[in-house]
């Protein structure tokens, strides 16, 4: 089984950007079926969707998206990485 173990508030982040990028059911799934579907998937007791999204809209930084904003910046330091290690082995 999947467990989440981040923060749920960035679950909550995850969920909302999957559902803006529409790339559920071609964007047909409300929010407030993939919130509960994807809280079931990852082995999280169903939470108040909205409340944590109130609080990541209070964030005060130029990005509210902590995250996803982290979660761009790890993966391409990855491709980075394995580019790095691809033109070192030729």
């Known amino acids: 089984p999947l467990q989440w173990t981040g923060n749920a508030i960035d679950l909550?982040?995850?969920?909302?950007?999957?559902?803006?990028?529409?790339?559920?059911?071609?964007?047909?799934?409300?929010?407030?079926?993939?919130?509960?579907?994807?809280?079931?998937?990852?082995?999280?007791?169903?939470?108040?969707?909205y409340r944590f999204y109130i609080d990541i809209k209070r964030r005060k930084n130029e990005s509210r998206t902590y995250f996803l904003d982290r979660m761009q910046e790890k993966l391409n330091r990855k491709i980075l990485r394995d580019e790095e290690l691809e033109r070192m082995r030729r």
Request: glycine share 10%.
């Open 12 to 49: 909550v982040e995850l969920i909302y950007g999957i559902n803006e990028m529409g790339c559920i059911n071609n964007g047909e799934m409300p929010l407030k079926q993939l919130a509960p579907l994807l809280y079931r998937i990852f082995g999280i007791e169903a939470k108040d969707c």
